[in-house]
């Protein structure tokens, strides 16, 4: 239905019927799409690609670190810490107070803010799935890297991080395609012209009168295309990880 409707004319989409369009327009769509607004959209695929990609990169490094900190400690810091955690999968996050807080570190309306934003809200259950999988690790490797003289660091990133690599895919990709699709974050936090990420391209064809459907839903083809390329080539990976973590954890 959502490509039919994008190789449309705006008549016939305004229809909203599944039918096969009287003329293939899905081309002359897209490129309109593309040049619309002075490469708004060129714009918004790269300002999500960068939200990904450095949100992503520091969720995996904080949360592995985390993750084998609390699997190997029982005192009560750790204890303390997994509350924490999961106090921030329960709460729902609050926008106003988010907002003031980016505000008094000045970092409102800037990519920096978001991406805090995006790491802090997806943290606790990256933490999650990783500290299943570090579960399933013999402790007995830590004790032989230390008598071979590793430092805790050099444990961890030399021996430790590299077994993690089947949860590791399953968080890369989870939490990619949930931030490169979010909508609200972006919506409250990143405000402006010059900061529009792919999600909110959606607007650009619609408003209180007029809506172009064959514009918005060959919009909705172009920034689904990056996560569902995604899933195809990593989705043996995305249930390995997920069912190891769960089995052996």
Request: hydrophobic residues 55%.
């Amino acid at each position: 239905f959502i490509v039919l409707t994008a190789a449309k004319t705006r008549q016939e989409a305004a229809l909203l019927q599944f039918s096969m369009p009287s003329s293939f327009n899905l081309l002359d769509n897209f490129r309109e799409v593309m040049t619309f607004g002075n490469g708004r959209m060129a714009r918004a695929l790269w300002n999500s690609t960068v939200l990904t990609v450095a949100s992503v990169t520091l969720i995996v490094l904080f949360s592995s670190l985390t993750a084998y900190v609390l699997q190997r400690r029982t005192d009560r810091f750790s204890s303390i810490v997994s509350a924490v955690l999961l106090a921030g999968l329960i709460i729902p996050p609050a926008v106003v107070p988010t907002i003031f807080l980016l505000q008094w570190l000045n970092v409102y309306k800037t990519l920096f803010g978001l991406i805090m934003v995006e790491v802090a809200f997806t943290v606790p259950f990256a933490t999650l799935i990783l500290r299943a999988f570090v579960g399933s690790i013999p402790r007995e490797i830590d004790e032989a890297a230390i008598i071979d003289g590793a430092s805790p660091l050099r444990l961890f990133f030399s021996v430790i991080f590299p077994l993690l690599r089947p949860a590791i895919v399953t968080v890369i990709v989870v939490t990619s395609v949930a931030i490169y699709n979010d909508f609200a974050n972006p919506l409250y936090f990143l405000p402006g012209e010059q900061n529009v990420t792919a999600q909110l391209t959606l607007y650009s064809f619609t408003s209180q009168f007029i809506n172009q459907w064959n514009l918005l839903f060959a919009d909705v083809i172009v920034i689904t295309i990056i996560p569902l390329i995604m899933f195809l080539f990593f989705q043996r990976q995305i249930v390995a990880g997920m069912a190891a973590g769960a089995v052996k954890g």
